[in-house]
């Protein structure tokens, strides 16, 4: 078994530094043929689907037939009563996944590299949510967080605290798909940290402590810029995911009460469910267009940071 | 503070955290799995009085002609082609794209967002398929699940392959390395710790995905083990029971496969730790 | 349209009767064929119920067609197995023969497109003249009935009402006070289960008899865009009821979180009293409580006038031919023997019946549910029932259930409900380009 799980210092040290690699001419190291393979099947099954959807959004579409109705399905979507808190739950449900994923992956990460005890436990079951399907998660926690009988209010009972109707209050219903959602996702935030923090070298930490520097301030001075491409990859991941959840808040909620946890991906899903296929890929190329304003500058700067390290 | 009181101090604080967070919903889980359809129509956290672990154990997998059987086969089947592909795929992809700075790279890059967050369109993927002879086919799901899963795994790789020198690769291109040899002999060996991450998180990722195997492989005949939920979870409306024995049971290749990873990860980590 | 409606249903109304005394055999195609061992597959929903009666007809069928294999296959429930049914569909890969939903959501799967027309099958004289209507699109016939015909209407513990001494409600404030009544005893008067949405909807689409009874007119309206769920002084009636019972406080106290299975439980153990369902929950209950199903007894959701109670009934699904199958006479074979009296005493032998077959000469078995008894008698005569509001008119939105699940949870007014609602079916009436809408 090999040591160098992530490329160290002492990995580079072989290299001449001096030389300059001389290159064959025209004959790069890195080939755009690579991308052949991928781009043929990501092109046939995605790329061309998603355009010829994207047309589709113009009609009125029963899937064997369709009329050309220019933006009408548009016009009808922000008609749409649930979309406007569709919008507001998706931008809280994203804000409240991510943050959370973020700042208790990095936490459990750096717990979990340290020299705790009972390490292995601790990784294999803050990982085993990661392993569960949604469907499964949801039925689970349906029955946990059941407001008279669920073992989540009968727990809180106990140390006497009257616990809310979990999913089927307005005020809760969304907030308590988030925190499962948390739940279920924040061990791969916490495995890709860890990663990140594996690979950052032990001599930054060896040095700092022989400074005399905190955890505290080795911590934030070197795991947290260094740990930085975790972090990008974590954020964007779970914003991502975030905007558009649509499994755990389907398998829990269906967007109920009412449409009180609808976000948009759940109000796209209505539509083609109901049949409404040219307004539901309306609806995609809405949550494709408000996410992408979102990510697109969001990855940009997190992408120029790391450069800029 | 003290290095021991932090290393027993939080571990006993986190080990107590993680049994009221996770063992406790995973206890529950069990627990309900070998109870009796009343018992677990109560859904409290309680000792079963009635142990019916193997009787709960052969409904469920018995159930629709051992459908459960044939969904860990097609499921099995699946999971290791389409993350083998897409380990490979996404790696070359990663690798160029990261490496070799061209206009291009805008385009592809905005392409492989976009995958992250367009919900794929199902009635045109299947003309696609259709066209090319693949629906309704192991090969043509298995193609489905590599275009879905590139993009995040591209995203993975690249974040990580930012990481190693860009030295390396010269060295080797001076030790007179093409580049089909540069990438799998220098680069994939570097990339394993990512590798273990792509595979742990696409395997659980494709094993659990229902969407894409209900609309491009239908029929009980190819079920894959969520199908069987989807299907217990109507069928068996008042069987907790069977229907907790059905998640643990379908959970049990990831679990496996998750400690086998897990351990090369581990290993890895303890060895750095040791140094310091 | 109200008018020709009656004239199906006094059709139907016939055939029930006819089923109560005939004992003429079944007409079925039996004609051997022979040849080659064939399979033909069959989609139907994943129900525990749907299926345990399809694998009967399947196994039935065989016996008496050597020959010609019947594969069950599954799909989903609700939305997602529409979608499963469309997509299939409209990509040529339908299983030989499929069961789905009758009047206006077979219009959403382009029957003249998909469909294999049995206008002029034999087989079709056995289905009662009430049901082809809700299977006919454009001028052809498409499927036969599969299961029972059914009412949206109140299961009640008739035990409860006589330790009560309470009676049967003919009017909607009758029904306002035993209900009190129930709630000063410590029982809980109404049950509401919105943990599975689609139940909230039966105080509005039960109610459906009693806005058809005020207003005959209504459907025809409502389908050209004339008539409105917020506007119709009737119609909103359903709305505003289940607004009322909610704010008085006549529902079990966990009614958000309560499943469909749990009201059932409830209902059957008398913690709670009445509870507005489709009739089908009886043949659930007879699985999970046979000794008690008995205690249950069933009225229509009343209305204004105790005179003009009436019941509103479902059509059952249909089970359908794709054009696209490869098997088409095996097919045919298989609609002729679900359209027959073996037809039916299979799917009776797995798992009972919820109410009278649209099938001619079916009988209902001697141990039909207390409650099913109940319902014969509005359903024989033709003045004391109508079809629910889906197969008379294409228009049905599919937000009803969450508007209803707001409504009764008192998150949004009955009035903006109805509305919201009248908002919701504009899509669907868009969709199929109905005269009136764009």
Known sequence: MTLNTAPTPTAVRPVPQAAHPKRRKGKSPYPYWFYL???????????????????????????????????????????????????TNTFIYGLVTSVLKVVLGML??????????????????????????????????????????????EGLAAIGIQGPAW????????????????????????????????????????????????????????????????????????????????????????????FTSDVIASVIYKQYQAGFYGLSTAGNVVLFVIVTAIILPLSMFLNRKEVEQ | MSTALKRYGLGVLAIAVSVVVFIIPLLFMVLTAVKDRKEAAKLDFAWPTNFQFVENFTAVLSARKFMLVTAFINSTILTVASVTILVILAAMVAWVLQRRKSRWNGVANFLILSGLIIPPAIVPTIWVLQS?????????????????????????????????PKELDEAAVIDGCGPVRLFFRVIFPLLRSVIITVIVVQSVHIFNDFQNPLYFLPGDANATVQLTLFNFQSQFTTNYNLLFMNILLITVPPFIMYLFFNRQIVAGMTAGAVKG | MAAKSKQRWAALAGGVTVLALALTGCSGGNSNSGGDAKTITWLVDNAENTVAAAEKVAEEFTAANPGIKVEVETRPQGGDGDNIVKTRLSTGDMA????????????????????????????????????????????EVYGVPFSTGMAGAVLYNKKVYEKLGLSVPKTWDEFMDNSRKIKDAGIAPIIQSYQTTWTSQLFVLGDFANVVTADPSFPADYTANKAKYATNAAAVKGFEHLEEAGKAGLFNE?????????????????????????????????????????????????????????????????????????????????????????????????VGAAGPYLVKDCELPSDVPDAVKDMLPYFEDQAKNSPALEFLSPVKGPALEQITVEVGSGIRSAKDGAALYDEDVKKQAKQLNLPGWN
């Open chain 2, 132 to 164: 090319m002879g693949l629906f309704k086919t192991l090969p043509g799901l298995i193609l489905i699940e590599v275009a879905f899963g590139l993009s995040f795994c591209v995203m993975l790789f690249r974040a990580f392959i930012a990481s190693i």
């Open chain 1, 108 to 153: 459990l990460a750096v717990l979990l590299t340290s020299q705790i005890i009972a390490r292995g436990y601790l990784r294999s079951v803050m990982f085993f949510p990661v392993l569960l399907s949604s469907i499964g998660v949801g039925i689970v926690f349906t029955a946990l967080m059941d407001p008279r009988n669920g073992m989540i209010n």
């Open chain 1, 37 to 87: 393979p991928a781009a043929v099947i990501y092109t046939a099954l995605f790329l061309v689907p998603t355009v010829v959807s994207f047309f589709f959004s113009l009609t009125r579409w029963n899937l064997s037939e369709f009329t050309f109705i220019g933006l009408d399905n548009f016009v009808q979507l922000f008609q749409e009563p649930a979309l406007i808190k569709g919008l």
């Open chain 1, 167 to 258: 999913l089927t209050d307005p005020a809760w219903a969304l907030i308590s798909v988030a925190l499962v959602d948390v739940w279920k996702g924040v061990g791969l935030a916490t495995v890709i940290y860890i990663a990140g923090i594996v690979s950052i070298p032990q001599e930054y930490f060896e040095a700092a402590k022989m400074d005399g520097a905190s955890s505290f301030k080795s911590f934030f001075n070197i795991t947290l810029p260094l740990a930085r491409p975790a972090t990008a990859t974590v954020i964007i991941l779970s914003l991502i995911g975030g905007l558009r959840s649509f499994d755990l808040i389907w398998a829990m909620t269906k967007g109920g009460p009412g």
């Open chain 3, 254 to 350: 966990d009614f958000a979180s309560t499943t469909y299975q749990q009201a059932q439980d409830m209902l059957v153990n008398g913690e709670g009293a009445q509870y507005p369902i489709l009739s089908f929950a009886l043949n659930n209950i007879k699985v999970t409580y046979p000794d008690k199903l008995n205690d249950l007894g069933l009225f229509p959701l009343p209305g204004d006038d105790a005179s003009k109670n009436k019941l509103t009934v479902w059509m059952p699904g249909g089970t359908y031919i794709p054009k696209s199958s490869k098997n088409m006479e095996e097919a045919k074979k298989l609609q002729a023997f679900i359209a027959s009296k073996a037809g039916c005493d299979a799917q009776t032998a797995a």
């Open chain 3, 96 to 139: 030989d023969v499929f069961n789905y939903n009758t009047g206006s959501l077979l219009q959403q799967i382009n029957p003249e497109e998909n469909l294999q027309p049995i206008t002029n099958e034999t087989y079709l004289s056995n289905v009662t003249d009430s049901f082809k209507p809700v299977v006919t699109s454009g001028s």
